[in-house]
């Protein structure tokens, strides 16, 4: 993510890097996870145990999630210390105290690398507005800040890097995330084998295109299939044709359709409509734009509802419905389902 690399020598010195861990209420588990538990099996690989960590929140105490667990916080520190500074989302891009302008600043200022984690990186995006440059978060978050907003020309990066800042994905790239900083801080074969550990694969970089809206493409590791899909997500309103596709490629149809089959079971054009009404499907549930106005926006200037309850089983309206009242005729508690 071009971070500068720092001295390897430090870690033989017995260097501790000291990593601060801000939660909200209702953090995101997964990601908390993916911190925690890798730099803990760093610890135990590692002759002398060079990561530390603290819980942190707002005013300190207990904080949970929504998956029922809570850990014990220290509040902000004014003149924090850490190194580096995770904070995690908590599926709410609205929350106030994910991103807190003034605790970035306090950790920035002192020289820590901060990471903002999926909502965390929403807020954080929101906030600055224009000035946040092209920053990267969760696929669904970047669909709502364009679709609420009018704000971020969305990268579908795992990661993006400016300056002192690092905006994350989140969800499972965490793990990616932190087993990148550890090849940095410590080695590549300190990082292999945590990955090993954990059974993670393949380490992505930053730079790598997130799994969009569930689909594995992104990582197939083909270079034509995966420039294939970044031109269709960054043409969701107005569809590339297939022709078009190819020709910017410089392979044939029939080459790009074999691709497809071999890694996605799929066609160029239906993987194509089944990306366009996943998007609308976001849309319905976590916005309040018209039927009509997501099916442009989705690149469906007519026939939409009958498209949709083709794929999903039921009409546009007849989902926003449900989604009001809940599945037995109940209102909702929330927008999102939570």
């Not at 059974?199 to 270079?223: C, M, W, Y």
Request: glycine share 8%.
């Amino acid at each position: 993510m071009g971070a500068q690399q720092p001295n390897r020598t430090r870690a033989a010195e017995a260097k501790a890097w000291q990593f601060d861990i801000i939660v909200t209420e209702g953090f995101v588990l997964t990601e908390l996870s993916g911190i925690v538990e890798t730099l803990r099996i760093a610890n135990r690989t590692l002759a002398q145990p060079p990561f530390r960590w603290t819980y942190r929140s707002l005013k300190g105490g207990r904080v949970g999630c929504r998956a029922g667990l809570s850990v014990d916080t220290e509040a902000f520190a004014a003149r924090p210390l850490a190194d580096y500074a995770f904070f995690l989302g908590n599926t709410d891009p609205d929350c106030a105290g994910l991103a807190p302008a003034h605790v970035i600043n306090a950790y920035t200022h002192r020289g820590a690398k901060i990471y903002l984690l999926a909502e965390a990186a929403s807020r954080y995006i929101r906030d600055r507005g224009e000035k946040a440059g092209r920053h990267t978060t969760h696929w669904e978050n970047s669909t709502f800040l364009r679709e609420r907003m009018g704000l971020f020309d969305a990268s579908y990066a795992l990661a993006t890097e400016d300056g002192p800042v690092v905006t994350c994905a989140g969800m499972g790239a965490t793990t990616d995330v932190a087993l990148a900083l550890i090849g940095r801080l410590v080695s590549s074969a300190a990082q292999m084998t945590v990955a090993n550990i954990l059974l993670h694969e393949n380490v992505r970089d930053g730079s790598s295109l997130q799994p969009f809206s569930g689909v594995k493409a992104t990582i197939t590791g083909d270079t034509d299939l995966d420039h294939c899909i970044r031109i269709m997500q960054d043409n969701i309103e107005e569809p590339v044709p297939i022709s078009g596709i190819v020709a910017e490629l410089g392979i044939s149809t029939r080459s790009l359709e074999r691709k497809f089959r071999t890694y996605l079971n799929s066609t160029p054009n239906t993987f194509y409509r089944e990306m366009r009404l996943s998007k609308a499907n976001n849309l319905l549930l976590n916005t309040t734009l018209s039927v009509r106005e997501i099916g442009l926006a989705c690149g469906f200037p007519s026939g939409f509802s009958g498209l949709y309850k083709s794929f999903f089983g039921m009409t546009p309206f007849a989902l926003r419905k449900r989604r009001r009242m809940g599945e037995h005729g109940v209102p909702s508690a929330s927008a999102n389902g939570e």
